[in-house]
């Protein structure tokens, strides 16, 4: 088969996505790697219909290679994920509107153009979390305890554009990634990078089913096949706090062979889960995707769970 790899520079050296590239290069499909972020693109030349099988995305939040995939998919090319799928998940905002509507586990979201409109929360929705809306990999993420301590932080917020803002969902400061790549899913939990220590090396643990079921559901509702779940386990259960596309599969055992078969069975299928699946979301239609069961021994999403914490 043959790939094209839409990769910005600041994941030129990543294991992920790298080591995938090297290990489909391996099997001798032929991987061809645009970095959209430095280079020059005939947009003509760069999707022409047939050229690849499929292409891919690796590419930073507001960074032009989704552009390129979007571009992709409008002349019928395969792409993983869909590429509306992704834009969903990308603007922060428009994801939590998705997954409130469908029912998902989500903090009340505010967003903002101008982080003075975000002083008109109500005080007793503090603490808040404020991120940008395109925001990835935890960058300007901040805690902010009162209305005071937001009020000080404008300067900092107007550099930040699209602003969200959730109410803290209380937490041992750990959190919980959940992982699905080739139909299973895989969770690791790590510190928090509101915590002292911004976040520590994550390492496996059991995934409950609940969880699971929560994670399968977030696949179906964004139209999702290779994803990642930030979730808190807060008071009143599971809440999904962030929603990534090609995530780093950190902490997956053989992440680069189980992405790649993943990458593969995708290209082969023409693409994965239902491209109508995000608009169902928007319209309030349920989606024709059906969420899969809990983890059970026949079913397709499975839930794998490490020899012990």
């Not at 995530?247 to 889960?273: M, N, Q």
Request: with cysteine; net charge neutral.
């Amino acid at each position: 088969m043959r790939l094209c790899f839409l990769v910005e520079e600041r994941y030129r050296h990543d294991g992920m996505p790298r080591e995938v590239i090297r290990q489909l290069s391996a099997w001798g499909h032929q991987v061809d790697v645009v970095r959209p972020g430095r280079s020059l693109i005939r947009m003509s030349d760069a999707v022409r219909a047939g050229s690849h099988d499929a292409w891919v995305l690796k590419t930073v939040s507001g960074g032009p290679g989704l552009t390129l995939l979007e571009a992709a998919a409008a002349v019928g090319l395969t792409t993983v994920n869909d590429a509306r799928s992704i834009r969903g998940v990308r603007d922060k905002a428009l994801a939590a509107a998705i997954g409130r509507s469908r029912g998902l586990p989500m903090p009340p979201t505010y967003a903002a153009a101008r982080p003075e409109a975000l002083e008109e929360i109500p005080e007793a929705e503090f603490p808040l979390v404020v991120k940008p809306a395109d925001g990835s990999s935890g960058r300007a993420v901040r805690l902010v305890p009162t209305p005071d301590r937001l009020r000080a932080l404008r300067p900092e917020l107007a550099a930040e554009g699209m602003l969200i803002a959730q109410p803290y969902v209380p937490n041992s400061g750990i959190d919980l990634k959940v992982y699905c790549v080739g139909g299973e899913l895989y969770a690791t939990e790590r510190g928090s990078p509101l915590g002292p220590d911004g976040g520590t090396r994550g390492r496996r643990v059991p995934l409950s089913a609940e969880v699971a079921a929560i994670a399968a559901e977030v696949g179906a509702v964004y139209g999702l096949d290779l994803y990642g779940v930030d979730v808190l386990l807060g008071p009143d259960g599971p809440v999904v706090v962030d929603v990534n596309d090609f995530p780093s599969f950190k902490e997956v055992p053989d992440a680069a062979a189980r992405v790649g078969r993943a990458v593969l069975e995708l290209a082969r299928g023409g693409g994965g889960r239902s491209r109508s699946a995000l608009v169902g979301a928007l319209t309030g239609a349920e989606p024709p995707v059906r969420t899969p069961e809990p983890p059970a021994a026949t079913s397709r999403m499975t839930a794998t769970v490490s020899g012990g914490r």
